[in-house]
């Protein structure tokens, strides 16, 4: 067993067909076909049933994919890793992030990086949900993880601040001229540009209202991060997305909420967050979590764990929430 054949296997597994990962992989299908027999011999017996239109995984193929998959990406770590002895003047950094941060955190800390060591490369690993992230994470993806923290997560953790949840309005909305803060309630009777049930901003968007009376009446929903403010400002609805990831130029109204809404990346211990409610003395934590860095494996990773830390969070990231003082407690 070599780690051609496990690539190979993997790619006839993700696409589903011997031609669509022939040509995925630049090689003659034949020697495709060949490299597999060989690993199902060796195995004994057959990984990939053969149908009529592409393949499928049989009962033995399903429980070796994971092992396989984990395989070839430790493998490609740890060619990484020994090139990154050689220096940062080459080579690759990957990362691996959740699409808003991917969005609002990294773009700038990623031009710092370049223009500094110009010669390397950034692959970007883009997960839509934090679980889907923490997976990754398990399975060795990335040289350095930025997102909320892993839930069971006991490695080393750079804590890189808060995000603030702001709320984009078309400027026909009537709430754009309005002289006060927008609270949750006052957006009950709205329509709202959502994120699909995978996303993970669809939780709190979702979490959020149900605690302040109301499910929110979707008209749009976009996988996309960086849709959703476009779409608000279109007039489709309004929509709720971190502060950072709000397009310059945007021809919409931005309003904070009333309380503020922050997302934090350090929950309570023994918790996975906290929601302050309306009129609390704290700002609203959500289980989502802010930006973390999780963990830096190689010296590549951690400089670049350097330089994000200082190139990013002042503009992106609120190092200390303010907090809407009205008097009244946080409910636990």
């Keep these: 067993m070599n780690l051609r054949q496990l690539d190979y296997f993997l790619a006839v597994a993700d696409e589903g067909s011997f031609t669509r990962a022939a040509e995925r992989l630049l090689v003659a ?13 060796e195995l004994g017996g057959p990984l990939l049933e053969r149908l009529p239109k592409g393949v499928r995984l049989t009962a033995a193929g399903k ?16 060619r990484r890793s020994a090139r990154s002895v050689f220096g940062l003047e080459s080579g690759e950094l990957e990362v691996a992030t959740v699409t808003s941060v991917a969005f609002g955190v990294l773009p700038l800390a990623f031009r710092t990086w370049h223009e500094r060591y110009p010669g390397t490369t950034i692959a970007l690993r883009e997960y839509t949900h934090r679980s889907a992230l923490d997976d990754a994470v398990r399975m060795g993806v990335g040289d350095i993880a930025v997102g909320p923290r892993p839930a069971h997560w006991r490695g080393p953790v750079v804590d890189l601040g808060w ?18 803060g927008v609270t949750l309630e006052d957006l009950a009777e709205h329509d709202w540009v959502l994120f699909g049930p995978d996303h993970g901003l669809s939780a709190l968007a979702l979490d959020v209202c149900a605690r302040a009376g109301f499910t929110p009446r979707k008209t749009v929903q976009t996988a996309q991060v960086a849709a959703a403010g476009p779409l608000a400002a279109a007039g489709l609805g309004v929509t709720l997305i971190p502060g950072n990831v709000v397009p310059q130029g945007l021809d919409a109204t931005i309003r904070s909420l009333e ?23 704290g700002p609203c934590r959500h289980s989502r979590g802010g930006p973390d860095l999780v963990p830096p494996r190689s010296s590549p990773s951690r400089a670049f764990t ?27």
């Design 29 to 41: 299908q034949p020697s495709l076909s060949q490299q597999i027999k060989s690993l199902e011999q």
């Design 63 to 78: 429980a070796f994919i994971t092992e396989a998959r984990g395989a070839v990406t430790h493998a490609a770590s740890a």
């Design 163 to 180: 995000e603030e949840f702001v709320v984009v309005l078309p400027t026909s909305d009537p709430l754009a001229k309005a002289d006060r």
């Design 259 to 281: 309380p503020p809404l922050y997302a934090s990346s350090s929950p309570s211990p023994g918790r996975t967050g906290r929601l302050w409610p309306k009129r609390s003395s």
């Design 306 to 332: 350097n330089r994000l830390v200082r190139s990013s969070a002042p503009r992106n990231v609120t190092r200390r929430p303010r907090r809407h003082r009205t008097g009244s407690k946080p409910a636990r």
